[in-house]
């Protein structure tokens, strides 16, 4: 079992930064490549970001390309995802996720991750 923790979420300005972060506990957190999605109102989950366990590997939504960027810790079991230039429909819960899959194609699907965090809320006023 993995038990993953979001923190950092809140009300910012359009134009402002986030950064997330999400503490994984439970097992070796190294063995997990771990992604972000986010959920809008009204709106279905949608992939944001993947780092593979090294950290060697990013994998960006269009929607996020340029303005996110998807980092981690192993020593410190925590994968971070900085926000800029944020926009109003960048408003969501954010979930962090821990999947064994390899493939970064398959970073991309909800179904892929095997662990999940409760999710923090980003809200961004325009």
């Known amino acids: 079992q993995v038990q993953l923790v979001e923190s950092g979420g809140g009300l910012v300005q359009a134009g402002g930064s986030l950064r997330l972060s999400c503490a994984a506990s439970?097992?070796?957190?190294?063995?997990?490549?771990m992604g972000w999605f986010r959920q809008g109102p009204g709106k279905e989950r949608e992939f944001v970001a993947a780092i593979s366990w090294s950290g060697g590997t990013r994998v960006y939504a269009d929607s996020v390309k340029g303005r996110c960027t998807i980092s981690r810790d192993n020593a410190k079991n925590t994968v971070y995802l900085q926000m800029t230039s944020l926009k109003a429909e960048d408003t969501a819960v954010y979930y962090c996720?821990?999947?064994?899959?390899?493939?970064?194609?398959?970073?991309?699907?909800?179904?892929?991750?095997?662990?999940w965090g409760q999710g923090t809320q980003v809200t961004v006023s325009s």
């Open positions: 439970g097992r070796t957190f190294s063995d997990y490549a």
């Open positions: 996720a821990a999947t064994v899959a390899s493939l970064p194609t398959t970073w991309l699907q909800g179904v892929s991750y095997n662990y």
